[in-house]
């Protein structure tokens, strides 16, 4: 059975987790894995075995910004079961770490990763923990990515993968008045080649926001004594962050940053017309 087959499938879409239990006590030299699979039979991910334990579930994971909310509840955990009576009803519970992964096309992927937080035997029922994701373990804020429809990567940067030489001309300044700046090597590109990009002198750096023939604007002037007609200069070609601008100017579209699909208003700003995309 192929794996297109399975998902479309009403008996063998059923999800088959792999849940990893990794007791990692403070200060300890030795750790202890209990791993199991809501699968009827064993499973090797990696070189390790699931053994099957029956009625084992996770809950869903949650597509949130605020991090803490993105908690994990596993049930269907026996009473009896000695791993968990034996290490997790302690006040060392939180020392525990808990990796689910889900079943893919080539095999199983690591879904989500967090610590316990509790662990109960609610009346008549199994085993329940409750897990906070791994975000939560940060001792400080942890930098991440965000998504735009703009691309949020900076033109040249290693994400972007555009190579800066190929996009950058060089030349020497013949006037200089406020934040405009003059020189033959701009009229040598099309109007708007260099919005968006950055003029660099005597390792001072402006940002270009308007450019038509042999004069650029910039963001802001440069100081009378970092910048002076006669001087050479480097500039790039800007960027408009956009997957067209990407894909039409720069043939990066495979690198591009943006997400371009998302919606631009709800449905309720937008006069109840549906979104456009």
Known sequence: ?????????VQNSQI???????YNPKNATFH????VTSAA???????????????????????????????????????????????????RTHETIVRIYHVQPTGYALA???????????EGQGIMIMCNP????AKKPVSCG???????????????????ATWSRSGTITAISGNTVQSSAFSTEADGFFTGGELTVNQEVKTIVGHAGDTVTLLDAFYSDDAQAGDS????????????ECDSRFNNKENCGSCPHIPDANDIQNGNKGFTY
């Open 16 to 22: 088959e987790e792999l849940i990893e239990f990794e």
């Open 1 to 9: 059975m192929s794996f297109s087959t399975d998902d479309q499938s």
């Open 146 to 164: 965000g998504y735009s429809v703009q691309c949020t990567h900076k033109l040249f940067s290693r994400r972007c993968g555009v190579d800066r």
């Open 32 to 35: 202890t894995f209990y791993r």
């Open 233 to 244: 200069f480097d500039a790039t070609a800007g960027c408009a962050h956009t997957i067209d």
């Open 41 to 91: 039979y064993p499973i090797v991910h990696d070189g390790k075995t699931f053994k099957p334990l029956a009625g084992i579930r996770s809950g869903n994971i949650q597509s949130t910004i605020e991090p803490g909310k993105n908690v994990m509840k596993i049930e269907g955990i026996p009473r009896t079961n000695e791993y968990f009576s034996r290490h997790l009803f302690s006040t």
């Open 112 to 122: 989500w990763t967090g610590k316990i937080s509790s662990v109960t035997r609610p």
């Open 134 to 137: 791994i975000s939560t373990m």
